[in-house]
């Protein structure tokens, strides 16, 4: 009977406990339970307020870009009637630019001569030779880009274009390099035509290398250069379509003048004040230099250093014996004119002009100054461009 109610009592007390930690098991069940219950409903209650905020901030967002949509659409028009005005403007100037030509500075031979009547006296005054320099001395400056004109897109991306004031034809190097070029009777004459391909073609004697040439006087003035050679400056003549002279130039090597334009090794420019090269001495040469040729001989009368710098320069212009350096990067931002030089020291340096250019495309390959229309002739990644340039005069110091 005793060992029966051991067991009993065992069975019981074990029993008990059993159900003790059951009910705490239980317990904590329902405590974990309670706790994600409360995690699940802050998390519902961020949820729903995330997600007013959203809409909340798209609804902002798309007032917005309609306000934008609405402003864009109004400064488009505005936009459209400023480019009709100024389409307009141009028009009216090309009118009255076609009613005055405007004046070049020439001698009285350069004059006489364009009217077919050279006659010069072989005696002169003081007061003419004076009157003379006055006239030959050009005292203009470059003072901003007046407008742009995009004539048209063809040929190669790198090229050149010039006009010839005496016979108002115009020249075409179409690349880099080559035995031709080719020949419009006119400005018109080219916008007008479908290619290069339509127009005369005129083969050289020899290659010329680079968009560095020009026409001056009736001539066609090039650069030429072969493999191991120097430099030479090769003088053709348009109308008999013969070379009438060559010269070597004296440089150390064959460096690029401008960085950014490696195929131009020298660059031929001519203005008022006569022929001019701008040229590179050596690839550790760091600025660009300036020789003043003799037009008739190709010999060189006096030589500069610019102190203008060959990196980052894509090309430049002279302007009455004034040298414009225009400057790029090599990823392809705005061109603008960031260093002067004057050989005649009459250009200071606070009314040097810093001018950007209004460009659309890649790097000029060369730009070329006519003197008698006051613009320039320049070449952007295949297109051909006509830059109206506003003039005002030197500060005589």
């Given at each position: 009977?005793?060992?029966?109610?051991?067991?009993?009592?065992?069975?019981?007390?074990?029993?008990?406990?059993?159900?003790?930690?059951?009910?705490?098991?239980?317990?904590?069940?329902?405590?974990?339970?309670?706790?994600?219950?409360?995690?699940?409903?802050?998390?519902?209650?961020?949820?729903?307020?995330?997600?007013?905020?959203?809409?909340?901030?798209?609804?902002?967002?798309?007032?917005?870009?309609?306000?934008?949509?609405?402003?864009?659409?109004?400064?488009?028009?505005?936009?459209?009637?400023?480019?009709?005005?100024?389409?307009?403007?141009?028009?009216?100037?090309?009118?009255?630019?076609?009613?005055?030509?405007?004046?070049?500075?020439?001698?009285?031979?350069?004059?006489?001569?364009?009217?077919?009547?050279?006659?010069?006296?072989?005696?002169?005054?003081?007061?003419?030779?004076?009157?003379?320099?006055?006239?030959?001395?050009?005292?203009?400056?470059?003072?901003?880009?007046?407008?742009?004109?995009?004539?048209?897109?063809?040929?190669?991306?790198?090229?050149?274009?010039?006009?010839?004031?005496?016979?108002?034809?115009?020249?075409?190097?179409?690349?880099?390099?080559?035995h031709s070029i080719y020949q419009f009777s006119s400005v018109l004459d080219f916008s007008s035509s479908p290619g290069v391909n339509h127009s005369r073609q005129i083969q050289l004697p020899?290659?010329?290398?680079?968009?560095?040439?020009?026409?001056?006087?009736?001539?066609?003035?090039?650069?030429?250069?072969?493999?191991?050679?120097?430099?030479?400056?090769?003088?053709?003549?348009?109308?008999?379509?013969?070379?009438?002279?060559?010269?070597?130039?004296?440089?150390?090597?064959?460096?690029?003048?401008?960085?950014?334009?490696?195929?131009?090794?020298?660059?031929?420019?001519?203005?008022?004040?006569?022929?001019?090269?701008?040229?590179?001495?050596?690839?550790?040469?760091?600025?660009?230099?300036?020789?003043?040729?003799?037009?008739?001989?190709?010999?060189?009368?006096?030589?500069?250093d610019t102190r203008c710098p060959r990196e980052n320069a894509e090309a430049a212009f002279i302007v009455c014996g004034t040298v414009y350096v225009v400057y790029n990067t090599r990823l392809?931002?705005?061109?603008?004119?960031?260093?002067?030089?004057?050989?005649?020291?009459?250009?200071?340096?606070?009314?040097?002009?810093?001018?950007?250019?209004?460009?659309?495309?890649?790097?000029?390959?060369?730009?070329?100054?006519?003197?008698?229309?006051?613009?320039?002739?320049?070449?952007?990644?295949?297109?051909?461009?006509?830059?109206?340039?506003?003039?005002?005069?030197?500060?005589?110091?």
């Amino acid at each position: 009977m005793k060992p029966l109610l051991v067991f009993l009592v065992s069975t019981a007390w074990a029993f008990t406990r059993g159900q003790y930690y059951y009910q705490e098991l239980m317990n904590y069940l329902e405590n974990r339970m309670l706790a994600i219950e409360d995690r699940m409903e802050l998390w519902n209650e961020q949820t729903h307020r995330y997600h007013s905020e959203l809409k909340e901030f798209k609804k902002l967002t798309a007032e917005t870009m309609n306000a934008l949509g609405k402003d864009h659409s109004l400064l488009l028009k505005d936009l459209e009637g400023a480019a009709a005005r100024v389409d307009h403007v141009e028009r009216e100037m090309d009118y009255l630019e076609t009613q005055t030509a405007p004046r070049a500075c020439a001698n009285k031979a350069d004059k006489v001569l364009e009217q077919g009547a050279w006659s010069v006296e072989e005696s002169r005054t003081d007061e003419e030779e004076e009157e003379d320099w006055e006239e030959v001395h050009c005292v203009d400056i470059l003072s901003s880009i007046r407008s742009v004109k995009i004539l048209k897109r063809v040929g190669s991306p790198k090229g050149m274009w010039i006009r010839d004031p005496r016979s108002s034809k115009v020249y075409v190097f179409n690349g880099t390099r080559g035995h031709s070029i080719y020949q419009f009777s006119s400005v018109l004459d080219f916008s007008s035509s479908p290619g290069v391909n339509h127009s005369r073609q005129i083969q050289l004697p020899s290659v010329w290398m680079g968009p560095g040439s020009t026409v001056y006087n009736g001539y066609l003035y090039y650069i030429q250069q072969e493999a191991g050679t120097e430099v030479q400056v090769v003088k053709y003549d348009l109308l008999s379509g013969s070379v009438t002279d060559t010269a070597m130039f004296p440089v150390e090597s064959h460096a690029p003048v401008y960085t950014l334009n490696p195929e131009t090794t020298a660059d031929l420019a001519a203005d008022d004040e006569g022929l001019w090269l701008l040229y590179a001495n050596s690839d550790s040469e760091p600025n660009i230099n300036l020789a003043k040729m003799d037009p008739a001989t190709l010999d060189i009368e006096e030589m500069w250093d610019t102190r203008c710098p060959r990196e980052n320069a894509e090309a430049a212009f002279i302007v009455c014996g004034t040298v414009y350096v225009v400057y790029n990067t090599r990823l392809a931002s705005r061109s603008r004119v960031q260093c002067v030089f004057d050989v005649n020291d009459m250009v200071l340096s606070e009314e040097a002009p810093l001018l950007y250019f209004p460009r659309r495309y890649g790097a000029h390959a060369s730009l070329k100054y006519s003197p008698e229309e006051k613009q320039l002739y320049a070449w952007d990644d295949g297109y051909q461009i006509l830059y109206r340039l506003t003039m005002k005069r030197k500060l005589l110091v």
